[in-house]
C-alpha cells in the first residue's frame, strides 16, 4: 500500500498514501505556509506571557498584563453600575407616583425590582410572587394591609410582625378555641357565618347560629360585613381569596388556634432604591391600587 | 572497463565531484513564491476587465456615502447595516432581525446566480469580480506605473539596494498602504453613518472596533494584494474546486486549441514550417498571466480564466497575419468536435440548454417571490407572550386573570395611532400596566415611528364565562391611521376543575 510512485501527468513523487486509487502528491508547501506556521507559535509564546495560561497546583500562571476573567466581569458590572447611576439617582429622588409616569424609569424600576426580588423574596412568596398557603399572592387585588405604592413601600420597608422594628405592621386575632373563648360548636358556626360572606356552599342554619356570635366576637376588626379592615390588619372575609384556605375546616382551624405570619423588614436589609424598586415591581404584578 | 583513476570517467574524459543542487533528495520541503510580473497587454479583454473593475471600485466607494432622505430620526444613508439597533436599509427597503429570510433568500439567488454564470461563462467571478482578482489588478497596475512593466521589474528585483530602487519600492509600498486603508476603511462606512465616521476616524473618536477593523482590512489587502497575489487563488481559497465541480462540457473557459496550435516552433521560414501549427511559441501568453501557468498546459486548477492570454496571443496573431483565437473561449464540446473535424456548436446552443434554463428559471421564480413577499409584506405586527409564572390569577371577586407582554411592532418610518384590542373571549377586559385607565376592552397607543412598544397587559374574565383550562382568544392591533392590521392568537388559562 505504502508505495511510492512518480505520478506520470506531474512528473511529482507520492506521498505513498493511496485512497482507492487516488494517490497524493508530494508537493512542497509553500514557505509563506511555513511562516504563518511558525508565526503562529510565536503568538502562542506571547499570549503565554501576556495571559494566564500554564496550570500550577492551585492555580494557572498569571501573565504580565495581569488578566483574569473574574476581574473582567468584576469591571463589566462596575460599568453597567456605572452606566445606571443616573436612572438609580432619578429613582432615589422621585416620589414613586412619579416614577411610574415615566416609561423608562417605570420600566428601570420593573427590571430592577424583578431582580431583587428574585433574591429576597421569592423564598416565601414564589419566584411569580403567587405565594402558597400562609405566604400572599402578590399578583391578586387583596391586601391585607393596603395595595397603594406607599402602604406598599411601607410593608416592605418594617416587615410584619417582625421583632425589633417598632413601625412594624402588627395585628393579631385571639385564638378563640384554644383560649376558650367560643366552644367548638360556636367555631363551626362562626366558620359557616364566614363561609356565608364569601358566598360559598355552607349550613344556612349553623350561619345564621353563627351570626351573632361573629358579630360579638370578630366584626370589630373584620367589619359588620366581613369586609376587614385594612386599618388593623383584618383581612377581608368576604372575597374569593384566603390566606389559610377556603374549606370550613381550614376556617374553623384558624378560627380555633390562627396562624400569624412574619415577613422581615426589609429597610435596614437593602437600600432606599431597590425598596422603591421592589414596591413598583409588586405593585406592576396586577394588583395594584 | 574500469577505470585506474578516480578522476577519469573513461579514457579522456576527466570525472567531475559535484552533486546536483536540485537532486531529489535535495529538494526543499518547503518551496519559496517565485515573482510573477505579468506583462502589459491590450486587447477586447483588457478593456472589459478595466471597465469592471472601475465599475466594481466605484461601487464599493461610493456606496456609503449615498443619501436616501427616510424622515426625522431615521439614518439618511441609502446602504446601512445598522447592528446597534438591528436594522438593515436599503434605499427604499427597511429590514428588521425577523426579516432575515430576505438576506437568507438573497443568497440563495446569489448561489444560484452563481450556478447559472459558471455553466455558462465558467470561472468568469474568478477572473473579473473577485475581490482578489481586482485588487491584485490594480495593485500590478501600480506596480507597473512605478517600475516599469514586467523585465523592467525583473531587472529591478535583482538589482542591489541603491537610491533608485529604496525610491521606487518606498513609493510603491506607500501608494499600496494608501490604497490598503482606503479599502478598510471603506468597510466600516457601511455600518455607520458616513460622513459622521469619516471625521471621527481622523479625530481620533470613532470605536475601538472601527480601528481595529480598519487595520485587519489594511493589513490583509496590502498582503494579499501585494505580496500573496496567485497564492491566496492557488491554495488559500476552496472556490477553484468548487467551480471546477460546477462546470460541464458546454461551459465556456479559456482554452488553448493545441489541434491548430501544435506542434508549436518558432522558425517559420525554415523548410520543414509546413509541419508546424499555428503556435508561433513566442510566449506572450505565459509572459502576461497574472497566475504564472502555461495555458498551452491544458486546463489547470490555477487558471483563473481572465483571458489575458487570449488578448496577448490574438494581439501577435494580428501582428503576423495568423489567424486569431489560437487561444478563446471556448466550451469543451466545440474544442472536441474542433479537434476531431467536426463543426461545433453554436454559442446559442451553449448557452440555452436545459441546465441553464433550469437554473434562470429558478432565479427569476425566487427573485419574483421574493419581489411579491417584499411589497406585500407586513410592517405593523402583534407578538403576545403570556405569563407562566403563576398560569393564572384569582381574583378577590372570582374573577380569573392572565398576565401577557404584548409587544407591537411598528415597522414603518412613521408614527402610528393603533388600537389594540381583545376578542373571542366573553366578558373579558383588560388593563396595562403604567396607564391607570379602567379596565376595557380596548385601548389606544401611539407608536413611535420604526419602534417596537412592549406593553404588559392583564386580562380578567368572570369566573362562568370561561372553560376551565386553555381558552383560545385573539389580540388584534388596527392601524388608526391606515388600514393594516395585525392578530395574534392567544391562550387564556383557567383553573382546570
Known amino acids: 500500500m505504502s508505495e511510492k510512485k512518480t505520478d506520470e501527468v506531474t512528473g511529482v513523487d507520492t506521498t505513498g498514501h493511496e485512497w482507492d486509487g487516488i494517490r497524493e502528491l508530494d508537493n512542497p508547501l509553500p514557505r509563506w505556509w511555513l511562516w504563518t506556521f511558525l ?20 492555580e494557572a500562571t498569571p501573565g504580565v498584563l495581569g488578566y483574569s476573567s473574574r476581574a473582567a466581569v468584576h469591571q463589566d458590572i462596575q460599568d453597567a453600575r456605572a452606566a445606571q ?12 407616583a412619579e416614577i411610574r409616569q415615566d416609561a423608562d424609569m417605570l420600566q428601570f424600576a420593573i427590571n430592577g425590582g424583578r431582580a431583587a426580588f428574585a433574591v429576597n423574596c421569592s423564598q416565601c412568596h414564589g419566584s411569580g410572587a403567587a405565594g402558597s398557603p400562609g405566604y400572599p399572592n402578590l399578583n391578586d387585588d387583596e391586601w391585607i394591609w393596603g395595595g397603594d405604592l406607599e402602604n406598599i413601600a411601607t410593608t416592605l420597608r418594617h416587615g410584619i410582625r417582625h421583632p425589633g422594628d417598632d413601625e412594624t405592621r402588627f395585628s393579631e386575632m385571639p385564638a378563640f378555641g384554644r383560649d376558650g373563648i367560643l366552644d367548638r360548636e360556636q367555631v363551626k358556626a362562626v366558620a359557616n357565618r364566614v363561609l356565608a360572606f364569601a358566598g360559598q356552599p355552607h349550613d344556612a342554619e349553623l350561619a345564621a347560629e353563627g351570626a351573632e356570635l361573629y358579630a360579638d366576637n370578630c366584626a370589630a376588626c373584620h367589619g359588620d360585613a366581613g369586609k376587614g379592615d385594612r386599618e388593623q390588619g383584618a383581612p377581608n372575609l368576604a372575597d374569593a381569596i384566603w390566606l389559610y384556605g377556603s374549606t370550613e375546616a381550614d376556617i374553623a382551624r384558624q378560627i380555633h388556634a390562627p396562624r400569624h405570619g412574619v415577613m422581615p423588614a426589609w429597610g435596614d436589609k437593602l437600600d432606599p432604591v431597590t425598596i422603591k424598586q421592589l414596591t413598583i415591581y409588586v405593585h406592576s404584578l396586577g394588583g395594584g391600587e | 572497463m574500469a577505470s585506474k583513476d578516480a578522476n577519469v570517467a573513461v579514457d ?4 567531475i565531484e559535484v552533486e546536483a543542487v536540485n537532486s531529489r533528495q535535495h529538494r526543499s520541503l518547503y518551496k519559496a513564491r517565485e515573482s510573477i510580473h505579468p506583462m502589459r497587454v491590450a486587447g477586447t479583454f483588457r478593456r472589459l476587465k478595466w471597465w469592471i473593475m472601475g465599475v466594481l471600485l466605484a461601487i464599493y466607494y ?15 444613508q441609502a446602504v446601512l447595516v445598522d447592528l446597534e439597533h438591528r436594522r438593515f436599509f436599503f434605499f427604499f427597503i427597511e429590514i428588521w432581525p425577523q426579516e432575515f429570510y430576505y438576506v437568507a433568500g438573497m443568497l440563495i439567488m446569489a448561489g444560484i446566480g452563481l450556478f447559472l454564470v459558471t455553466s455558462v461563462l465558467g470561472r468568469a467571478w474568478c477572473g473579473y469580480a473577485c475581490p482578489q482578482t481586482v485588487w491584485v489588478d490594480l495593485y500590478v497596475h501600480v506596480e507597473r506605473w512605478l ?3 514586467r523585465n523592467a521589474r525583473f531587472r529591478l528585483d535583482k538589482s542591489p539596494w541603491n537610491a533608485a530602487k529604496i525610491r521606487k519600492r518606498f513609493t510603491k509600498y506607500l501608494i499600496w498602504l494608501l490604497i490598503a486603508v482606503a479599502t478598510g476603511g471603506a468597510w466600516v462606512f457601511y455600518f455607520a453613518d458616513a ?7 481622523f479625530t481620533l473618536e470613532a470605536s475601538a472596533i472601527a480601528y481595529v477593523t480598519v487595520g485587519v482590512l489594511t493589513a490583509t489587502t496590502f498582503v494579499f ?22 462546470m460541464d462540457e458546454n461551459s465556456l473557459t479559456v482554452t488553448y486549441q493545441d489541434w491548430r496550435g501544435e506542434p508549436r516552433g518558432r522558425h517559420r521560414k525554415s523548410a520543414d514550417a509546413s ?17 504564472g501557468i502555461d495555458i498551452r498546459d491544458g486546463q489547470q486548477l490555477e487558471c483563473i480564466n481572465c483571458a489575458l492570454c487570449v488578448d496577448a496571443c490574438n494581439s501577435i496573431m494580428a501582428r503576423t497575419g495568423g489567424t486569431p483565437d489560437l487561444i478563446s473561449y471556448t466550451t469543451l464540446k466545440s474544442y472536441e468536435a474542433n479537434a476531431d473535424g467536426r463543426p461545433a456548436l453554436p454559442l446559442k446552443k451553449t448557452i440555452f440548454r436545459a441546465r441553464t434554463l433550469l437554473y434562470a428559471t429558478l432565479w427569476s421564480c425566487i427573485g419574483l417571490a421574493m419581489l411579491f413577499v417584499l411589497f406585500t409584506r407586513d410592517r405593523l405586527d402583534i407578538n403576545v407572550l403570556r405569563d407562566r409564572n403563576p398560569q393564572y390569577v384569582v381574583l378577590s371577586d372570582g374573577s380569573i386573570r392572565n398576565g401577557y407582554t404584548v409587544k407591537i411592532l411598528n415597522m414603518e418610518q412613521r408614527e402610528r395611532r393603533v388600537l389594540l384590542q381583545i376578542s373571542d373571549l366573553p366578558d373579558a377586559l383588560m388593563t396595562v400596566v403604567g396607564d391607570d385607565l379602567w379596565p376595557s376592552r380596548t385601548r389606544e397607543f401611539v407608536l413611535d415611528a420604526d419602534q417596537v412598544q412592549q406593553l404588559q397587559v392583564y386580562v380578567a374574565v368572570p369566573r362562568e364565562s370561561v372553560e376551565p383550562g386553555a381558552n383560545s382568544f385573539r389580540f388584534s392591533v388596527t392601524d388608526l391611521t391606515g388600514i393594516e392590521q395585525a392578530h395574534y392568537g392567544a391562550i387564556f388559562r383557567a383553573p382546570e376543575e
Open chain 2, 147 to 149: 517600475e516599469g512593466d
Open chain 1, 85 to 96: 447611576s443616573e436612572m438609580i439617582s432619578k429613582v432615589d429622588s422621585l416620589p414613586l
Open chain 1, 39 to 58: 508565526a503562529c507559535i510565536v503568538w502562542a509564546f506571547g499570549y503565554m506571557i501576556f495571559y494566564p495560561a500554564v496550570p500550577m497546583v492551585s
Open chain 2, 12 to 15: 579522456g574524459v576527466a570525472r
Open chain 2, 225 to 246: 494584494g501585494g505580496f500573496m497575489r496567485e497564492q491566496v487563488c492557488t491554495y488559500m481559497c476552496p472556490w477553484p474546486r468548487i467551480q471546477a465541480a460546477m
Open chain 2, 195 to 201: 460622513p459622521a465616521l469619516f471625521v471621527k476616524l
Open chain 2, 275 to 291: 509541419q508546424l501549427g499555428d503556435c508561433i511559441d513566442c510566449n506572450q501568453c505565459v509572459a502576461v498571466c497574472p497566475m
Open chain 2, 62 to 76: 461610493v456606496t456609503p456615502w449615498l443619501r436616501w432622505d427616510r424622515g426625522v430620526g431615521m439614518p439618511d
